[in-house]
C-alpha cells in the first residue's frame, strides 16, 4: 500500500523513476531499524 502511494506522488509531481527506487530504498533501511507500531501506517506515510 505504502509503495503504491508513493508513486502516485511520484506521478503526481512529475519526478523521475529513480525517485520511487531511492524513497522505496531509504524506507525499507529506516523501517529495518526502527520498526512502526502496528496500526500505525499514517507513520509509514509520514515518513515516505
Do not use: C
Not at 6 to 35: C, G, M, Q
Request: proline share 6%; no cysteine; hydrophobic share 55%.
Amino acid at each position: 500500500q505504502i509503495i503504491d502511494w508513493i508513486w502516485k506522488v511520484i506521478e503526481h509531481f512529475n519526478f523521475a523513476p529513480l525517485t520511487a527506487v531511492l524513497s522505496v530504498n531509504y524506507l525499507d533501511r529506516f523501517l529495518s531499524v526502527y520498526p512502526l507500531p502496528e496500526g500505525k501506517a499514517w507513520m509509514t506515510r509520514l515518513l515516505a
